[in-house]
């Protein structure tokens, strides 16, 4: 939450040079406030994994936030059991009509797959569309990153040799981002995927805004020039054992899978992994939902 500070008082300018959100007298008496409407659009197998993960972050801000669970209804979930699916979520059919301040599309285990190969592709495309003028501010993780920066923007994934998984180090690159306000210099992002964006099919695209890089795991944060999408390639949500899991996992598949970088000490998986992510997480979290959801959506719901 920003500060309240008189209009004219000097420390202002030195605090906005630091990027330290500041509200002025004026424009806090002229704040509406109300609940934001959040929506997530969950596409992982785990379902119940992945809402605790995003609640998680989501909650620990002083802001109201009224979050609505979203499903494919072109997809019949495996891993989830379907009491769950119809207590707790809802489908596009039933919600198309609505607006929102803020709308979350997770990943989804299909790196391998083209596209067009998804079954729920053609209704993930339609949500999609339907976001530009219901949706105030959409943030996609990891495959759903790959998958908006290709239907708005018609940038490629591309296959890696092998999968990328662990913690990596990461820079800012847009210092002044307010989605990076308060962070290290350096800070660490769990990824786990076997497709990439490359960063010169980013930067050919004038409407799109590098934020945040790796050296190791590339591209990871690029949003909008309009502040409207977002796409982070990695996983700030993820629990402590959660790539643990996911390493085991396919060990005992028996693929042909190395250890997650940077992540047990050692690089011992029989030892407990060292979280170095989780503020980092919290506060990239807290910053999109600050300052692109609840600072600039409109107090009238409908005018989105």
């Avoid at 209804?73 to 059919?93: E, P, R």
Wanted: net charge negative; hydrophobic share 35%.
């Amino acid at each position: 939450m920003p500060i309240k500070i008189p209009d004219s008082l000097p420390a202002r300018a030195t605090l906005e040079g630091e990027n330290i959100f500041v509200m002025t007298e004026y424009r806090a008496i002229h704040q509406d406030m109300r609940p934001l409407n959040l929506l997530i659009l969950n596409l992982m197998p785990t379902k119940i994994v992945t809402e605790t993960q995003l609640l998680r972050k989501l909650s620990n801000s002083p802001l109201q936030v009224e979050v609505e669970l979203l499903h494919t209804s072109s997809h019949i979930s495996h891993n989830t059991d379907a009491d769950h699916l119809s207590s707790f979520y809802t489908t596009f059919a039933q919600i198309r009509n609505r607006k929102y301040d803020g709308m979350i599309i997770t990943g989804a285990p299909v790196e391998n797959l083209d596209f067009t190969d998804v079954d729920y592709w053609d209704e993930l495309c339609e949500i999609m569309e339907w976001t530009k003028t219901h949706v105030h501010s959409t943030l996609h993780i990891c495959w759903g990153a790959q998958a908006g920066l290709y239907y708005h923007y018609g940038i490629p994934k591309y296959s890696l040799p092998k999968k990328l998984s662990g913690i990596f180090s990461h820079t800012i690159v847009k210092k002044q981002s307010p989605l990076f306000r308060g962070f290290d210099d350096e800070f660490f992002v769990p990824h786990s995927r076997y497709t990439a964006n490359r960063l010169e099919d980013i930067l050919t695209r004038p409407e799109l805004e590098l934020l945040a890089v790796s050296k190791e795991a590339g591209v990871f944060a690029v949003k909008s020039e309009d502040n409207r999408r977002f796409f982070i390639t990695g996983h700030p949500e993820y629990d402590p054992d959660t790539l643990a899991n996911e390493y085991f996992r396919d060990v005992n598949k028996g693929l042909k899978i190395d250890v997650p970088l940077h992540y047990f000490p050692n690089d011992d998986p029989y030892q407990t992994p060292i979280v170095r992510w989780r503020s980092a997480a919290q506060l990239f979290y807290t910053n999109w939902l600050n300052y692109y959801v609840y600072q600039t959506t409109p107090y009238d719901i409908t005018q989105i």
